[in-house]
């Protein structure tokens, strides 16, 4: 038991990459079986999955985390200055949150009109979530993929803001917008970072 207490927070961090990789690998098959009927390229969703990470004496809080994410994924999100490739679940609930980055309710819709908002946590381990998202700097691009369509933002704004501005998750009406929201500094939080991107047509 003390063993696991120690190895926990090693366990937690690769437990998630596994989901993260593993919803990846599910959308990607769900795709595949809308595009080929039920023929599934089962070496698609194992080259997806390259690390086989077997986490079986992980405690059962973990796994239930993301029993049902699989449903709720909207797309991925790349920022390749960064390396970053996460999926997106739709809601940035708790539960989503401990896995990966989420959209925020009543906000925009990727490459519409309006304000897509993504939330996401930093943590201290190198490149987890948004953990480099203050390294995004202003002309940098964004990838959106729902799956049927790639959507690219350019990084417009780059704002530190108190966690009650939320003006920054309103759309202007006329832009296609994209917000990405974490917390700053790392630990405890007083503010936001926020990045502002828009759909240059």
Not at 46 to 65: A, C, F, G, P
Not at 185 to 196: D, E, L, S
Request: net charge negative; proline share 2%.
């Amino acid at each position: 038991m003390g063993m696991m207490m120690l190895n926990y927070p090693k366990l937690s961090e690769m437990y998630e990459n596994y989901q993260q990789q593993k919803l990846v690998a599910e959308w990607q098959k769900s795709l595949n079986n809308i595009d080929n009927g039920d023929e599934l390229s089962e070496e698609m969703a194992e080259d997806t999955l390259s690390d086989n990470v077997d986490l079986e004496d992980v405690v059962d809080d973990l796994q239930e985390r993301t029993s049902s994410n699989d449903e709720n994924m909207e797309g991925i999100l790349r920022i390749s200055t960064i390396g970053l490739q996460l999926p997106i679940l739709h809601g940035a609930t708790k539960e989503n949150m401990k896995t990966t980055i989420a959209s925020i309710a009543n906000t925009g819709t990727m490459g519409r009109v309006g304000n897509y908002a993504l939330a996401g946590h930093r943590n201290r381990t190198y490149g987890r979530n948004f953990n480099r998202l203050n390294e995004v700097v202003e002309g940098d691009k964004i990838q959106v993929d729902n799956g049927e369509q790639q959507f690219e933002y350019t990084v417009t704004e780059k704002l530190r803001v108190k966690p009650e501005e939320v003006w920054v998750l309103e759309g202007n009406g006329e832009d296609k917008e994209l917000t990405l929201v974490t917390c700053d500094p790392m630990i405890n939080p007083t503010h936001r970072i926020i990045i502002k991107g828009k759909i240059i047509d």
